[in-house]
């Protein structure tokens, strides 16, 4: 089955820290950009960071430049976002997409989640 599963999600303090885990199934991740969302209750889902499949280059947002690093494990097939300094505006469900641009359209397979909680 072709799928991307999150996980990795949890409870943390302010300042504290999380990787978020998104494996791929079905189809290798080398071959594809990979792209973490996030969507906090009542706003739109947001584009947090990606990772081209071609020279590797990668994009954050302004909002977790420095804190959010994006890699790739190619044996174990599966993209990380490592998320440092984690702030309370953090707090939503992250979403790993097959894709990559900022264009919602430009992701053709969507996991179906991992809640994010950041609170003291």
């Known amino acids: 089955q072709v799928q991307v599963v999150e996980s990795g999600g949890g409870l943390v303090q302010p300042g504290g820290s999380l990787r978020l885990s998104c494996a791929a199934t079905g189809f290798v991740l080398d071959y594809y950009g990979i792209g973490w969302f996030r969507q906090a209750p009542g706003k739109e889902r947001e584009r947090v960071s990606c990772i081209s499949t071609s020279d590797g280059s990668t994009y954050y947002a302004d909002s977790v430049k420095g804190r959010f690093t994006i890699s790739r494990d190619s044996a174990k097939n599966t993209v990380y976002l490592q998320m440092n300094n984690l702030k309370p505006e953090d707090t939503a469900v992250y979403y790993c997409?097959?894709?990559?641009?900022?264009?919602?359209?430009?992701?053709?397979?969507w996991g179906q989640g991992t809640q994010v909680t950041v609170s003291s």
């Open positions: 997409a097959r894709g990559y641009g900022y264009r919602r359209s430009n992701y053709d397979l």
